[in-house]
């Protein structure tokens, strides 16, 4: 009885067949020459995986390069010409069963390029992605960032070369990290988070003053500010928890001003309101 | 006899099926194995040239009967891929391709620099070389699109399982690339049935040894609640069934409750991290500690019956427990073995789940019914335990055939007060 049941064993393991059910890879990319374009509506859209953006090189209105998920996803590279309209990124597929958050394999990656002659209404929608987002140097005359569960690092290292008549700015359970908000050159800031850490950094060269409404449910709000900017604060906080660094509360008691406010150079006007979290600023050197 | 040799191989045979077959029903070719070590051979074998599979540049015949593929839209190029792949599933010297206002060609194809092409290209199997005009969509399959210095595609440009390479070429649309799916497949873990049930069964052992170890240690240091929850079960099943099946439902509500009721208090707030940290213990111990007293209730009532069909046996909270959790997780060691077999490995873990967590129910509902075995009221236990001494357990049989032949002939019905019981 043991020798056929040693054999038995023995032909099973023998038997590599392969059992697991693999993800569907694939590869895309979408391109476009700049012809010209002066201006265009742009949409990220990304479902789930990692994703960089970052200026394209001289000549390409837009690139975008892929590695998703077939089974899952779709990539989506749609250009109007007459509207001008482009969406990039990837859609969930109808019965795809969602989108995969881990992967054992390959994970989904885009890099997408957007290119630095025309000026560009931005929008960004991400789920559950991971994001590493260089705005910098990108003619942005809007921005909008709508961010589910991610990771999500926005920078502008250069200055955006137009005025952006606003930023707004959508965190879910995230956390958001955006430098140098100064470069952007939006004289607007609006943000509404949900749950997590997000840090709003002020650094960079600031073409006017910056009014920001911020409105947090759960989690911490921190606003480095560089240290010659005048800061007016204006705090709505329920149980929550506030570190002024050197703000000094006015009579009303929700506002709090840095000395030298109304004679600063770069003036920053927040409003706050929040329940449950903290609201520190820190100033940057 | 060689009848009755080959009934006792039998086991072994189904056995050596059950491993090998799923095995060969799951992989997707049986001769990729065989596929593999071919391509290594030809990768490594001399004189082997990977272009000498291109085909010979030809043009691609249309006909009336010829399947029509359209190069107007390229932005759906999974479906265009689909219809192309489709199309040249031909044996060779019969692919016959209609292309609306364009021309297919097979194998390498050029635009020389003083030539300008109307319509679309489509380009299979071979290189596409422009250095002159094109103006339609260019779309190669199995082959790459190499835009020279001059070269104008008044379109889009698309590459199927190739690469396009910018070599000063303008194109006025977009330029897109599409890997083929088989090349890109993630590097999937190889695993068979053995690996599969050894590694279930690793994870069910666990399981088994650690809610035997947390059982033992219940046994050890809190025996007596432990059995006031095991006699609830017994006792009062269906009650504890719908209360564990309520307090499921209220758990999250009665949690939201209590740190909304200390925030309101102000005061309270200072007390939420704690409330929060003993509410999940309190949970975990419900859980656990209930399906535990199942087990042990599970375990008592066989170890009972056995005892009475006359193997002498020691009756303690040990084997119960042993004995329980034996039972609790044959559904769970049954999925482990078969869980692979298609279907029904599917309905054995569904099964396994739905027992699981019915008798967990029971098991929650028993330990919230006894307030964690403080609190004897659901347990069956009408007389005080200090009164059922050796001398009134042998005087006074409650069920059974001694009962049955007490000289009043009255056998007291399950869960009634014996009549002559202390009030």
Redesign the interface.
């Known amino acids: 009885?043991i020798r056929?049941?040693g054999?038995?064993?023995l032909?099973?393991?023998a038997?590599?067949?392969?059992?697991?059910?693999?993800?569907?890879?694939?590869?895309?990319?979408?391109?476009?020459?700049d012809?010209g374009e002066s201006r265009l509506a742009t949409t990220i859209q990304y479902t789930g995986g990692t994703l960089e953006l970052m200026p394209a090189p001289a000549g390409i209105l837009y690139a975008l390069r892929l590695?998703y998920d077939?089974d899952r996803v779709?990539p989506v590279?749609?250009?109007d010409a007459g509207t001008p309209r482009l969406t990039l990124g990837t859609e969930a597929l109808r019965q795809s069963g969602g989108v995969r958050v881990s992967?054992?394999?390959?994970p989904p990656a885009a890099t997408i390029g957007l290119g630095t002659r025309a000026d560009l209404d931005l929008d960004i929608e991400l789920g559950a992605a991971e994001a590493n987002l260089e705005l910098g140097g990108i003619r942005i005359s809007r921005l909008s960032l709508q961010t589910g569960a991610s990771k999500t690092v926005v920078r502008f290292s250069e200055a955006n070369p137009i005025r952006c008549s606003e930023a707004e700015l959508s965190a879910g359970a995230v956390e958001l990290l955006v430098v140098g908000l100064g470069y952007s050159r939006c004289g607007e800031v609006d943000f509404t988070g949900g749950v997590g850490k997000v840090t709003l950094d002020f650094g960079g060269r600031w073409s006017g003053p910056i009014h920001l409404d911020a409105n947090m449910a759960m989690g911490e709000l921190v606003l480095r500010v560089p240290r010659q900017a005048g800061v007016k604060l204006e705090l709505d906080k329920f149980?929550a928890s506030f570190a002024p660094a050197g703000l000094v509360r006015s009579a009303d008691g929700r506002t709090w001003m840095s000395g030298g406010f109304a004679g600063a150079g770069q003036q920053l006007v927040v409003e706050v309101e929040t329940a449950f979290g903290g609201v520190t600023v820190e100033w940057i050197e | 006899m060689s009848t009755f040799r080959t009934l006792r191989h039998a086991p072994v045979i189904a056995l050596i099926a059950l491993l090998v077959l799923p095995a060969i029903a799951r992989a997707d070719e049986p001769s990729d194995v065989l596929r593999d070590v071919w391509t290594r051979i030809q990768q490594i074998a001399p004189g082997q040239d990977p272009q000498a599979a291109k085909p010979r540049p030809q043009a691609v015949p249309s006909g009336a009967d010829a399947p029509t593929i359209a190069l107007r839209d390229l932005s759906h190029p999974i479906s265009l891929e689909k219809s192309i792949r489709a199309a040249v599933a031909t044996p060779a010297g019969q692919l016959r391709l209609t292309i609306p206002d364009g021309q297919a060609r097979l194998g390498d194809f050029s635009i020389g620099s003083d030539q300008t092409m109307k319509g679309d290209l489509l380009v299979l199997k071979g290189t596409a070389d422009v250095y002159g005009r094109l103006e339609g969509n260019l779309v190669s399959w199995n082959g790459d699109i190499v835009l020279h210095s001059g070269a104008v595609v008044a379109g889009d440009v698309l590459a199927l399982d190739g690469q396009v390479r910018l070599e000063g070429g303008e194109v006025t649309g977009e330029v897109r690339t599409m890997s083929s799916p088989a090349a890109e497949q993630a590097p999937a873990v190889a695993r068979s049935p053995l690996s599969q049930i050894v590694r279930s069964l690793a994870g069910t052992t666990g399981v088994f040894l650690t809610l035997m170890l947390a059982g033992f240690g219940l046994v050890l240091f809190g025996k007596s609640p432990l059995e006031v929850t095991s006699d609830t079960v017994r006792s009062s099943f269906s009650r504890a069934f719908i209360v564990g099946l309520l307090g499921q439902i209220l758990v999250l509500p009665t949690f939201g409750m209590l740190v909304v009721g200390l925030i309101l208090t102000v005061a309270g707030i200072l007390l939420i991290p704690f409330v929060v940290i003993v509410f999940a213990l309190l949970l975990i111990a419900g859980v656990v500690g209930g399906a535990l007293a199942v087990a042990h209730a599970m375990g008592e009532s066989i170890t009972r019956r056995q005892m009475a069909q006359g193997r002498a046996l020691s009756p303690n909270s040990y084997r119960y427990l042993l004995v329980g959790l034996a039972c609790l997780f044959a559904p769970w060691v049954v999925w482990t073995l078969f869980g692979w077999v298609p279907v029904a490995g599917e309905l054995m873990l569904g099964a396994a789940i739905l027992i699981s967590w019915l008798l967990a129910s029971v098991g929650f509902g028993a330990a919230l019914l006894s307030r964690g075995g403080l609190k004897e009221q659901f347990a069956g236990r009408f007389i005080p335990p200090e009164m059922l001494t050796d001398e009134f357990l042998w005087a006074t049989p409650r069920y059974g055939v001694p009962a049955a032949k007490r000289p009043d002939g009255s056998t007291p019905r399950s869960g009634t007060r014996p009549p002559d019981g202390p009030r």
């Open positions: 009885m056929p049941l054999i038995a064993v032909v099973a393991l038997s590599t067949a392969t059992a697991a059910h693999a993800q569907t890879l694939r590869e895309y990319s979408s391109t476009r020459q012809h590695t077939a779709a590279a749609r250009f992967h054992r394999g390959t149980l």
